[in-house]
C-alpha cells in the first residue's frame, strides 16, 4: 500500500479490502480498513461512504443502536440528502435498525420514507431491499401483509435476476408458506440453487485446461530445481524424524504407563474407601436399628407369659418390625438397575413403602424420558427417594405421601410431601438421612430446600440440571 502514490487508488484499495473481510464475517477488520479510509486526505463523498459501510458492517453485527447513531449523522450530510440512491439506502438502513431494537414507530417512520424516495427512482434493486425490510417489520404482527412484500420483493429481485437477493427471499417466503404454496416456492428454490451451482461450475472449469497446464508446467520447473536440494536434505530430514518419533514414542508410553498405575491406584483407594464407608454405614444401621430391636424382642419374650393370645400378638408384631427393617437396610444397599427397566424398579421400590397405614402418590414419574438421563444421576435419584420414604417410615408417622416429578427444559424437579409430625425448621440438622440426600444432590449440582413445621408435615423441593 506504501507503494500507492493515488489517494483514490488507496481508498478504492482499502474499501475493496474491508468488503472482502465482510463477506468472510471478519467485521473486526473490516471496520479497520474503513477506518483506515475515513483517514485519507479525500473528497467528502468518500468520507462518508466509508461511515456508511462501517454502520452497515456494525448492522451485521447486530450491533444496531451504534449504527443508528452513524446512520443518523450522516442524513444530516447534504451530500446524502442531495443524493436519493444514498438517502434512500440510509433511511431504509435506519428503519431496519430501529426495527431491530423493538421501535416499531420510528422503524416504519424511517422505512415509509426511504419507500417514498425509491419508488420515484423505481430502481428493482433498491425496492426488492424496502419490500423485504417491510416483509421482516410485518412476520410477526401482519403475516399477510408481510406475504404480499415478501412476494414484491421477489419479483423485482426476479427482474434484474439476482440471484443471492432471490434465493434469500425465497427462503422467507417458504418460511412463511404452507402445503402447495411451500411446495411451489420450495421446488422454486431447489431449482434455482441448482441452476446457480451448474453456471458456477461451468465457469469455474471454463479455464480448468489452462490451469492445470500452467500449474503443471511450474510444478515441474520447481522440480528441476529443487530435486537436488531435496535428495540432500531426504536422508537428514528423515533421520531427525526418526528421531523425534523414537523420543515421542518413549514419552507417550512413560505417560500411558505413569498413567495406568495412577487411575489403577487411585480407584483402587476409592473402592476400599467406598466399601469401608457402606461397611461402617450398614453395621450402624445394625447395631443402632436392628440390633436393638432384636434385643427388646428378646426381653420381651423372656419376661412376658407367651401362652397368653396378646403377648404372641405383640411378639409377631416385632419379629414383622424386625424383618422389614432387614428388607429396608437390604433394599438401601442393593445394587440399581439404570438400563430401559430403570423407571420399573424404582416404581416398584416407591410402591414397597405404600401400605395400609400409608397412602403414597406418585405423579408425572412418566413423563421423564429415563433414557436420557445419565447414570449416576438416576441412581442418585433412586437413592435420594428411597432415603426420603426410609425417614418418613422411620419418623413421620405420616399417612398420606406424595411425589411429583417435573422436567422443564435443562432440570428435574422432585417435590416430596407428607402430612406427618414434621420437623422444626430452625432447628434442622442435616445428619445421617438428610446428610445424604444433601450430598448427592449437591454432587450433581443440584439445589434442596425443605420446608417443614411442626405438626404440619414435611415438604422437600429437590432440583438438579439434566
Known amino acids: 500500500m506504501k507503494y500507492v502514490k493515488k489517494v483514490s ?5 482499502y474499501i475493496i479490502q474491508s468488503i472482502n473481510y ?28 466509508a461511515k456508511n459501510n462501517i454502520a452497515v458492517i456494525l ?3 447486530g450491533k444496531h443502536k451504534e449504527s443508528i447513531q452513524i446512520f443518523l449523522s450522516l ?61 421482516k417489520f410485518y412476520e410477526e404482527s401482519d403475516p399477510v401483509l408481510a406475504k404480499k412484500y415478501m412476494l414484491n420483493s421477489y419479483k423485482k429481485f426476479s427482474a434484474i435476476n439476482c440471484i443471492d437477493e432471490r434465493l434469500a427471499t425465497l427462503q422467507l417466503i417458504i ?17 434455482l440453487t441448482d441452476s446457480v451451482f451448474e453456471i458456477r461450475q461451468k465457469s469455474k472449469n ?3 485446461k489452462i490451469k492445470y497446464d500452467s500449474k503443471k508446467e511450474r510444478e515441474e520447473n520447481l522440480k528441476l530445481n529443487t530435486h537436488k536440494a531435496e535428495n540432500e536434505l531426504q536422508l537428514e530430514r528423515q533421520k531427525n524424524r526418526n528421531i523425534i518419533s523414537y523420543i515421542m514414542i518413549i514419552l507417550s508410553l512413560s505417560l500411558i504407563i505413569v498413567l495406568y498405575f495412577y487411575l489403577t491406584s487411585r480407584g483402587n483407594r476409592e ?34 407369659n407367651l401362652s397368653l393370645p396378646e403377648n404372641r400378638e405383640q411378639l409377631l408384631n416385632n419379629l414383622d418390625i424386625i424383618y422389614s427393617r432387614t428388607t429396608d437396610i437390604s433394599k438401601e444397599n442393593s445394587p440399581i438397575v439404570t438400563s430401559e427397566k430403570y423407571i420399573f424398579y424404582l416404581k416398584e421400590m416407591i410402591s414397597g413403602f405404600n401400605t395400609p397405614n400409608i ?19 438416576k441412581i442418585i435419584v433412586y437413592r435420594v427417594v428411597q432415603e426420603l420414604l426410609v425417614n418418613m417410615k422411620k419418623h413421620s408417622n405420616a399417612a398420606l405421601v406424595g411425589i411429583n416429578f417435573k422436567k422443564t427444559n435443562n432440570s428435574i424437579i422432585i417435590t416430596y410431601s407428607d402430612n406427618g409430625k414434621g420437623i422444626d425448621i430452625n432447628s434442622i440438622t442435616f445428619k445421617n438421612g438428610l446428610h445424604n440426600i444433601e450430598n448427592r444432590i449437591l454432587a450433581v449440582k443440584g439445589e434442596i430446600d425443605i420446608d417443614s413445621t411442626l405438626g404440619k408435615g414435611f415438604k422437600v423441593f429437590i432440583k438438579f440440571p439434566v
Open 175 to 191: 418460511k412463511n408458506s404452507s402445503n402447495q404454496e411451500l411446495k411451489k416456492y420450495a421446488t422454486i428454490y431447489v431449482d
Open 9 to 13: 487508488q488507496r481508498w478504492n484499495s
Open 75 to 135: 442524513i444530516t450530510k447534504k451530500e446524502v440528502s442531495k443524493n436519493y440512491q444514498f438517502l434512500g439506502k440510509t433511511l431504509d438502513n435506519i428503519g431496519f435498525c430501529y426495527f431491530k431494537i423493538s421501535d416499531s414507530k420510528k422503524a416504519l417512520s424511517y422505512l415509509s420514507k426511504s419507500l417514498e424516495i425509491r419508488k420515484k427512482a423505481n430502481k428493482s434493486f433498491d425496492l426488492g431491499k424496502i419490500y423485504i425490510h417491510y416483509a
Open 271 to 304: 473402592k476400599i474407601e467406598a466399601t469401608y464407608n457402606s461397611e461402617t454405614r450398614i453395621a450402624k444401621k445394625l447395631h443402632d436399628e436392628l440390633a436393638n430391636d432384636i434385643y427388646h424382642t428378646m426381653a420381651f419374650a423372656e419376661s412376658n
Open 206 to 208: 471454463q479455464f480448468a
Open 22 to 49: 465482510l463477506n468472510t464475517f471478519d467485521y473486526k477488520k473490516a471496520i479497520f480498513y474503513n477506518e483506515r479510509a475515513l483517514q485519507l486526505k479525500t473528497e467528502e463523498w468518500r468520507k462518508l461512504a
Open 359 to 377: 397412602n403414597l402418590l406418585l405423579n408425572d414419574i412418566e413423563t421423564i424420558s429415563w433414557s436420557e438421563i445419565e447414570k449416576n444421576k
Open 59 to 61: 448492522m451485521e453485527e
